[in-house]
């Protein structure tokens, strides 16, 4: 133990010392960077204390301390829970402010930094988007200040490690934020409180509304709604704006499928100036809210267990090259160990896996819940496309082309009409694939939900429906009753989320 304990603090000092020296204009190569420079100080530590190891550590590529360090590892690991948080919410709402704070305060960012974002934010005429620089890392994201991609960043609390997946909120990039919805357990949605851009955000082609309907498809289940910029002078802390904007949001919840007394949680916060992120706030700053800060409320939600026994599902949501073939995903069911036999779907390969690494740090085995990144034998990356599943050899994931879904209509493109024959595009985890509804089977009563009698031809919005799907290539997807990850969808076409769904039979010849 003497010396796991001496690497334990001689890592933690090396955090530390690495903390002053940063190169703020790749957040994510920094990370890497430290967790190399940490790794490598780490190494030298340990041959310092074991002479088995000293041969080894020569070999850049076998990592020294692993023997010693695993266990450790492990144990902490399980100790906390892991999250995926997506920010979602209308473009311009604060969404990446409000993740850069959230990095700040949890100690991810050091001030030096900071002020080195200011001064790059004053210089751009934009002193109130320093904190969002933390999230958007890319020069084209700056500029104008709309995140394009889902930034990842990690953050941990008292009992539980973070990921936040910050997703973007302009309409022009909803693919992108389906994919970071779909890997998230919860989701953080950011209002503005500002006069006129709450309404933008709620009124219809807002953003608020898509995000919050997709959110609850991808299976994001548990929503924090938090009402942002409440610092603004238009707003002052005003109780009468927080009420007004909790009362209108909380039917439209409902409506989106949300369980709003379990399932949704209000809370006014200032993203720039950080208050009511990580401690209450003053009674001075705001007299009326006796609730909890966003930490604490983070910290508090219950998500469902998921299974790490049953068999291992990880859909790839991007593969590259690094001494052999890496794919990265989130374990949706089962656990993974290094050494294992599993299968890509659809194309049926067989694979080794030769290491598993979370956030950045290679792990023996890993359970569900995590984000992977593998490194596979036996299959060139050339083989791989996003949407593949990394699946158990005893028991594969269904690869399809055609499956029965049921649908909920959200709003079709002006004058469309929906019937056999409709053309969309399929977002299912990590899949995204051109299909057509084929035949519509039955067409469920709302209030009743049970089939009506009467035979469909077209359905209108609003409508939920058991309709056949038909897709080109090969997809893989499970029954909405046995993974709900990987049985649920939207379609959407030119733009517009058009209707969600969950995958209600699979064909029964599965080959």
Request: proline share 4%.
């Amino acid at each position: 133990m003497d010396i796991e304990e001496e690497i334990r603090s001689l890592q933690l000092d090396s955090a530390e010392e690495n903390n002053g020296v940063i190169n703020p204009e790749d957040a994510k190569s920094e990370e890497v960077e430290k967790l190399d420079r940490m790794e490598e100080d780490s190494k030298d530590d340990v041959t310092l204390n074991s002479k088995e190891v000293q041969a080894e550590s020569k070999d850049k590529e076998v990592s020294a301390p692993r023997d010693i360090e695993t266990p450790d590892e492990m144990e902490e690991d399980n100790k906390k829970r892991h999250l995926n948080v997506v920010f979602i919410g209308h473009v311009d709402a604060g969404k990446s402010t409000t993740g850069g704070q959230i990095l700040f305060l949890s100690g991810q960012v050091d001030d030096r930094t900071i002020q080195k974002y200011e001064k790059e934010a004053k210089d751009k005429s934009r002193e109130s988007w320093y904190m969002a620089y933390i999230m958007d890392t890319n020069e084209e994201e700056r500029v104008k200040g709309k995140t394009v991609e889902v930034g990842r960043a990690h953050f941990e609390t008292e009992t539980t490690r973070f990921t936040i997946l910050d997703a973007p909120g302009h309409k022009s990039y909803v693919p992108n934020m389906i994919s970071g919805a779909s890997q998230a357990d919860i989701g953080v949605l950011v209002i503005s409180a500002r006069k006129g851009e709450f309404e933008t955000g709620y009124e219809r082609g807002g953003q608020t509304r898509e995000h919050v309907q997709l959110a609850k498809t991808l299976g994001v289940s548990k929503l924090l709604v938090v009402v942002n910029k409440m610092d603004e002078p238009t707003v002052n802390w005003s109780k009468e704006r927080y009420d007004e904007i909790e009362l209108k949001m909380t039917p439209f919840l409902k409506s989106s499928g949300y369980n709003v007394k379990k399932d949704v949680q209000f809370l006014p916060i200032s993203g720039l100036l950080g208050t009511n992120m990580k401690s209450r706030m003053d009674k001075s700053v705001c007299s009326w809210w006796n609730g909890p800060c966003l930490f604490e409320a983070l910290d508090a939600i219950e998500v469902p267990l998921r299974d790490p026994k049953g068999p291992f599902r990880m859909p790839i949501i991007d593969k590259f090259k690094d001494m052999g073939t890496v794919v990265m995903g989130k374990v949706e069911s089962g656990s993974v160990t290094e050494g294992d036999s599993l299968l890509v779907m659809p194309n049926k390969i067989q694979v080794k896996v030769v290491a598993v690494y979370c956030d950045e740090n290679k792990v023996r085995r890993a359970g569900p819940g995590e984000n992977l990144r593998v490194r596979l034998s036996g299959i060139d990356d050339e083989d791989i496309l996003a949407g593949f599943v990394l699946s158990s050899v005893a028991k594969p994931i269904a690869a399809v082309t055609e499956f029965v879904a049921q649908l909920q209509i959200l709003e079709l493109l002006d004058n469309a009409i929906f019937t056999a024959g409709y053309k969309a595009v399929l977002h299912i985890h990590s899949v995204v694939e051109e299909c057509e509804i084929v035949e519509l089977l039955q067409q469920i009563d709302p209030k009743t939900k049970k089939p009506m009698k009467k035979k469909v031809l077209f359905v209108k919005n609003g409508a939920v429906v058991v309709c056949r799907i038909q897709v080109n290539n090969m997809i893989c997807i499970e029954k909405f009753a046995d993974f709900p990850q990987l049985g649920r969808f939207t379609l959407r076409t030119e733009g517009k989320t058009v209707a969600v769904g969950k995958v209600t039979e699979l064909p029964s010849v599965s080959s």
